[in-house]
Structure formats: structure tokens, C-alpha cells
């Protein structure tokens, strides 16, 4: 029996590229390691836990490039197994500690047997290689994996610097066949922005689709016939697809949506700021800088700063509502839909990946709820992929989307505001160097170490237009770091730069900057000519 329409979760999961092999120890690099541990490892359990009872669901997941090179970078993946490990003995010291405690010692002994079972999975079971682990469930066909922007560059303020756009989009498409053997055939676009010069680049790339906020394709021109709910073809010929704003809010708000249930976990109650220094010594960083440890003890409660202890099975119940809950939701949006529609609805949910697991903890556990739910529960909907419907309904409207992202207000100005106007002037500078550089090079073949000044440039143009950057400073999140990763990057290209155009390299300082930023080994710099 054909269902009334689909429903596409679409998970983005990125990191803005972050390693630094002059130090020991980099406070920055947790964060890739908290993401392995927090989002990648449970996800790769739960989709291949799925994968592995036979139950036919689909589900579409993005792989940035930064984010595939740092988890098979062999010094990141060192430091992620000595972070694991250091995790497991702070949770059985915790463990010790805890003993007597009653409700906080069942906590205790759940982390450790948890991050015990992700030092496992990560060494033993995946050999240190979560690319591959992702790689093997699109192998199996459960999920479909995506590229993104070389670097995540916000696209639309390169606009006026077409090759600067090219690069992102070739580059990307160059990596994923390195990564996954296969061209992509879906794009997410970073921050999900668009403007309309984009799609003819990515028919270029051979990317069929790409999805853009509710606004840009209730913008466009003409209006689209079904709104949000089926897909668009643009004038080049990729297809847009609309997210859908009534479901993505119900999963990653935490003042309207599930994450903020009381019975959930507190995310910002950490052992690393609760206990002494002296006891946490050897596990923080040299200065004793206080961190997150990812040990928490409290639930939400509720929005005072006294917080009750954690209870799993508790937690667990409010996942099970909440995945019963969504599942209900939108088989009543899908069957509404096909109603007032001549064609199968689809419902698209994009999320960060990193949402479920590190921002909200019990987030893996609600999409293995919520897939058994949708799969054997009703028959209102089907799970999908674009690229899937795509190949169902191959004939839609031509519809030429409006200017958009995802971003606060839903245009530019979380990327371009006070706080990081600063760094354009310096990228699109660069931006122009690099094409300039590239077309005085392409039609011969540069000598060696010339070759090498030329991937170096485009990778530390690519790295500096990364739009963490930006976004980081509008929040204040690390505000200071962000800020001199712009500079720095900008600083070394334009010395390659300078070097290059007097025909005088510096081979020692050439070979620091590719130890530095090893990112995209084979990259072409001649499509930025």
C-alpha cells in the first residue's frame, strides 16, 4: 500500500577544522573529540544496530570535509583514543568516589560503562575509522551521505568572487570520491544558504539537490504550487528542497521542542566546573583551565539553578514519549497534506548532527525510538531521501528560489554583522590573489615547489573562509580563537602569495604551513582559474 507521503531526515554533521600539531594538547581539539564520543559513536551504534535487525528505513546524513579529514587525520584520531581513554579512567575514579552516594553512584557507573563501550567501539569495532563506519551503512543502502562546501564557506558572501564559490563546490565533490568511492549527489549548503548563482555551480559539480530554509522557496519566483512540500527544479536544473520549520522546531528547540524536558540531561552541570581542582588536575589542560569533562550528574529540572539528580530510565521514558509523539505529528502533517495535494507530500527535517548526543544527550536513543515507531507503527508515511523521491517524482516546477539561510532572521546577518565585518575585506582580497595567481599558472606546469605554494595558497584561503569563523565571533562563543584562525590563515597565504609572485620561496616556512593545515592533500588549484 502507497503512503500517503515521506518524510527526509537529513542530519549535518560538521566541525570547523581544528588541529594543531605544534601542541600537545589543544583545548579546541575536544571538540571533535566530544562529538565522537557524544554524537558519531552512539549514532554509528544505533544506525548500524538498526541496519542489523532489518529494518527498512532511510535517513540522509552530511559529511563535511573538514569533519571526514579530522576523523582519519592519524594525530587526531591518536588524541581522540587518548581522550577516550583518560574518559573512562575519570569515570571509574567517579565511580570510587561516588560509591555511597546512592543515585548519583548509578549515574557514575552508567558513564563509565558507556564511554567503556566507546573506547571499545572506537578502537576495536571501527579501527579508528568512523568515515568508513558511516561508509558501510550507505554500502548496506539504510543511509545516504552527502557532501557540503569544501570548507563550509558562507557561499552567498562570495558571491562577487565566482571561482572562490567554484572552488568550494569542486573541491567538496573531488573529496567525497575520495572518502566514499562515488560521486554525491546531494549538497548541504553551509548555513543553508542560497542565492540564485549557485545552482548552475552545482550542476556543474552534477549535484541534483540541495536544501534551502521554508522562506527561499516561499519566495521564489514563480510561487511554489505544493509551498514547501514537494521539491523545485531551478533554472540550471538541481533540485531545491524546503525545510519543513513545524518539525525541525519539536526536535531542536529547548524552549518549545523536546530537549528541554525535565527528565532530560542538564548539559551545562559538568563535574569539570563542580569539582576541586585538585582532584580534576589530571584530567583538565596544563593551566588548569576549567572544561567540560561530559560527566553530568543533574537533569533539566527546570529553569532555576537547583537541579535533581539524573535518572536514565526516567530519561529514557521522555525519549520514548517524545519519538511516539513525533511520529504521531506527522503522520497527521502527511495525511493533512496529500488532502490538499495531487502529488506525495515531503516532509524534510534537517538537523545538526551534533544535536543529537552532545546538545541534547538522549537524542540518538529518541531517532532509534522514532525510526522502529515510523517503520512499524503507521502506515501514514514513509521514511526517504531526497535523491529517493527525486527518483519517484521526476517531474516538478521550475522555480527560481530566493536569497536565504537558516540563520537568525533567515538572510545574512548572523555571518556579516559588527562583530566580523572585519575579516571580508581581507577574504575576498585573497580570493582575487588566489585567481589571479592560479590563471598566471594554468596553462603550464609550474616547477615542484611553485606546485606546492599553489595548494597551499587555496588551503589556507579555504581554511580562513570557513564560516565557524564568522559565526563564532557573532556568539562569543571563542570569540579570541576564531578571530586569530582568520588572521592566521590570511597572514600565511599572503606571505605564500607575496613569495610566490617574486619567484623566492621559502621552502622551510612552505613546509611548515602543510604541516600546519594538511587538509585536501590532492587539491586542484587550477579551478580557481
Known sequence: MAPHGYLALVLHAHLPYVRHPEYDEFLEED??????????????????????????????LTLSPPLCHMLRDPLLQERTERYLGRSVELAQREMARTQDSGAVAEVARFYFHRLTQCRRDYVERWQRDLVG????LQERGVIEIITCAATHGFLPLMENFPEA??????????????????????IWLPECAYTASLDAV?????????IVDSHGLMFGQPRPRYAIYAPVFTPAG???????????????????????????????????????????????PADGTRKFTGLKYHRITGPTHEKEIYNRGWAMGAADAHAGNFMGARAA???????????????????????????????PEFLNLFIRKAVYDQDAFRLTTPSLYLGE?????????????????????????????????????????MTETARAFASET??????????????????????DWAFLMKTGTARNYAGKRTKDHILRFTRLYDQVRANDLDEAFLANCEWRDNIFPNLDWRYYA
Open 446 to 467: 609550474p616547477p615542484p615547489l611553485t606546485e606546492r605554494a599553489l595548494k597551499q595558497m587555496a588551503r589556507e584561503l579555504l581554511l580562513a573562509q570557513s564560516s
Open 238 to 284: 538541481p533540485a531545491a528542497f524546503g525545510r519543513d520549520r513545524e518539525s525541525s522546531r519539536q526536535v531542536w528547540s529547548a524552549e518549545e521542542g523536546y530537549p528541554g524536558d525535565p527528565a532530560y540531561r542538564d548539559f551545562y552541570r559538568d563535574i569539570g566546573f563542580d569539582l576541586s581542582l585538585e582532584y580534576l588536575r589530571d584530567f583538565l
Open 393 to 433: 517524482n521526476d517531474t516538478q516546477q521550475l522555480v527560481v528560489p530566493s536569497a536565504s539561510s537558516w540563520g537568525h532572521k533567515g538572510y545574512w546577518e548572523v555571518w556579516l554583522d559588527d562583530s566580523n565585518s572585519w575579516i571580508y575585506p581581507h577574504l575576498h582580497m585573497a580570493a582575487k590573489r
Open 133 to 136: 563506519a558511516f561508509g558501510a
Open 202 to 210: 552545482l550542476a556543474e559539480a552534477n549535484l541534483r539537490w540541495f
Open 31 to 60: 571538540w571533535l573529540c566530544e562529538a565522537i564520543t557524544e554524537t558519531y559513536l552512539p549514532l554509528l551504534q544505533i544506525l548500524h544496530g538498526l541496519a542489523d535487525d532489518g529494518v527498512p528505513f532511510q535517513l540522509t
Open 165 to 186: 564559490v567554484r572552488a568550494q563546490i569542486l573541491l567538496a565533490r573531488d573529496h567525497y570520491r575520495e572518502m566514499f568511492g562515488r560521486d554525491p549527489r546531494g
Open 333 to 363: 502533517q502527511i495525511q493533512h497534506l496529500r488532502g490538499n495535494m495531487n502529488v506525495p507530500p515531503i516532509v524534510v527535517s534537517p538537523f545538526d548532527a551534533e544535536l543529537f548526543g552532545h546538545w541534547w544527550f538522549e537524542g
